[in-house]
T-cell receptor, first 109, second 111 residues
Framework: RKEVEQDPGPFNVPEGATVAFNCTYS??????FFWYRQDCRKEPKLLMS???SGNEDGRFTAQLNRASQYISLLIRDSKLSDSATYLC??????????FGPGTRLSVLP | DADVTQTPRNRITKTGKRIMLECSQT?????MYWYRQDPGLGLRLIYY???????NKGEISDGYSVSRQAQAKFSLSLESAIPNQTALYFC??????????FGPGTRLTVL
């Protein structure tokens, strides 16, 4: 079993739809959690950190459930420009980061 | 100017050749990482370094070596390249308890 797993995707949704991504991690000692966005052939870029109380940034909402060891990302009112691959990442006690395989999103006109 | 730079951005080489990928950062971070990314496999850690005198193997270090020449520079070498090392390579940096910042990537093809 991989340390970080994500919905396999791809997700194809119409503009304006709400889409949710899920990510599970196996290391209960994981300390920090992140969502990255990666455009095709580009580097991953931080979308948002995920805090224990949950956090929101505009149309994006991230949630963390430590007891169940999963992270979620919700995108509301999706735009064409949201099309990308979304990677979840965890930072472990040893300061290493482990990334999930990513879930590709295509927002269709 | 980019905070994390990688050179070269694209490289085609032949089996058995030695190749070096270079990474420089201006963020002042102590922690530097090398990953490779393959379709369907996500990002896999090759080596990481927490300071100039600290080098650690990652998940897939076989066939690779690294050098941390300075706080700002971290190089990845393939001593004898083989075709299954064809991939997209990313360098990343991080500060303590902070997220990672990635370079633009190097697309390596080994023929």
């Amino acid at each position: 079993r991989k340390e970080v797993e994500q919905d396999p995707g791809p997700f194809n949704v119409p503009e304006g739809a709400t889409v949710a991504f899920n990510c599970t991690y196996s290391n209960s000692a994981s300390q920090s959690f992140f969502w990255y966005r990666q455009d095709c052939r580009k580097e991953p870029k931080l979308l948002m950190s995920v805090y224990s109380s949950g956090n929101e940034d505009g149309r994006f909402t991230a949630q963390l459930n430590r007891a169940s060891q999963y992270i979620s990302l919700l995108i509301r009112d999706s735009k064409l420009s949201d099309s990308a691959t979304y990677l979840c990442a965890v930072r472990n006690y040893g300061q290493n980061f482990v990334f999930g395989p990513g879930t590709r999103l295509s927002v269709l006109p | 100017d980019a905070d994390v730079t990688q050179t070269p951005r694209n490289r085609i080489t032949k089996t058995g050749k030695r190749i070096m990928l270079e990474c420089s950062q201006t963020k002042g971070h102590d922690r530097m990482y090398w990953y490779r990314q393959d379709p369907g496999l996500g990002l896999r850690l090759i080596y990481y370094s927490f300071d100039v005198k600290d080098i650690n193997k990652g998940e897939i270090s076989d066939g690779y070596s690294v050098s941390r020449q300075a706080q700002a520079k971290f190089s990845l070498s393939l001593e004898s390249a083989i075709p299954n090392q064809t991939a997209l390579y990313f360098c990343a940096t991080a500060a303590l308890r902070d997220e990672q910042f990635f370079g633009p990537g190097t697309r390596l093809t080994v023929l």
